[in-house]
């Protein structure tokens, strides 16, 4: 595989792995190219602010590790440490 060097292949690489045809893509494309984008403006914020090595680890983490769903009524653990609007 070639490395990815643009966010549209990004995208497009991440349909070809993650969406099958499916009755359910109408619904679910929409979300998915909203999460994308948004995670992806994220990390430009990020990159800008200075804080690439943290950036870094994430990715990182995100990649080793298995995405877990909260039990019933458990909140998401977010870590705010990086405040990406500078207040």
Known sequence: MR?????DE???HTLDRCVGDSPTNEALLPLMRDCFFGGALHAVLLLQKGHG???????ARYITQKPQ????G?????NHSTDLHGQ
């Open 69 to 72: 769903l909260p039990q019933d």
């Open 10 to 12: 990004a995208w497009c």
């Open 74 to 78: 458990e909140a998401i653990e977010i």
């Open 3 to 7: 490395a990815i060097s643009s966010l």
């Open 53 to 59: 090595d943290r950036l870094t680890s994430d990715i």
